[in-house]
């Protein structure tokens, strides 16, 4: 059973960094692509980015470009999201999602599997 199993939420002011990881555990997977949505208290989930997990290459929405950075480290089987530059709005749960098949990140819940979430606070 694949599991995705998150950490390096936390509390942080304004300005700051914190950066996500979300590892693998269970069966050896071929993955297409590996993400993060993010859901802050009553608002809908949204998209942050994703990152081709053969290729590398990525893409993420204009409200967290030129701040947060999705890579991967496909030896660790591990996902990670540079946050820089936080914002109080960027108060959420974190999520990330994984997909043995390439999907659409515009839709939501269309993914493989997610993580647990972690919390992020930014405080102003």
């Known amino acids: 059973q694949v599991q995705l199993v998150e950490s390096g939420g936390g509390l942080v002011q304004a300005g700051g960094s914190l950066r996500l990881s979300c590892t693998i555990v269970g069966p050896t997977v071929s993955w297409a692509a590996m993400g993060w949505y993010r859901q802050a208290p009553g608002k809908e989930r949204e998209f942050v980015a994703v990152i081709d997990w053969l290729s590398g290459g990525t893409y993420c929405p204009d409200s967290v470009k030129g701040r947060f950075t999705i890579s991967r480290d496909i030896a660790k089987n591990t996902l990670y999201l540079q946050m820089n530059s936080l914002k109080p709005e960027d108060t959420a749960v974190y999520y990330c999602?994984?997909?043995?098949?390439?999907?659409?990140?515009?839709?939501?819940?269309?993914?493989?599997?997610w993580g647990q979430g972690t919390q992020v606070t930014v405080s102003s």
């Open positions: 999602v994984a997909d043995r098949r390439p999907k659409n990140y515009n839709v939501v819940y269309d993914h493989d599997y």
